[in-house]
């Protein structure tokens, strides 16, 4: 069973999504543009229009696509080799261990590691 993620690791990946979608976005529409500049600089006319036009699309939507897949790509690499993402087969954070028994203050046994504490006194898991 995976450990959860900390509220720091859930709010940078939302951070990190946005920022795709937004890049992704801006570069989507510099694409339209780029490839519909014939077309709004009355250049093309009749069907050439609407060809001009299914293109700037196409490239928009991949470009858009292409930004999110990179953008994402890189921040989840970029986690993993930190150790706080999941690895490919999603059963484990590599980096997440517990604290060990002189982190935590106390002294039960030599070399005893204990759970993750959850945030707030009295939870069980920081998503209750």
Known sequence: MRSSRTR?????????????????????????????????????HGTAREGWFTA???????????????????????????????????DEFPGATGRSATESGTEPGEGAVFPAQPSQPGRTSPDS
């Open 56 to 90: 700037a699309v196409i490239v928009a939507a991949a470009a858009f696509c292409g930004q999110v897949a990179v953008t994402l790509r890189r921040f989840e690499r970029r986690g993993r080799l930190r150790g706080r993402l999941p690895g490919p087969d999603g």
């Open 8 to 44: 720091a690791e859930r709010d940078a990946t939302t951070v990190e999504m946005v920022f795709a979608a937004v890049t992704g976005a801006v570069l989507a529409a510099a694409a339209f543009l780029a490839v519909a500049s014939p077309v709004m600089a009355d250049q093309a």
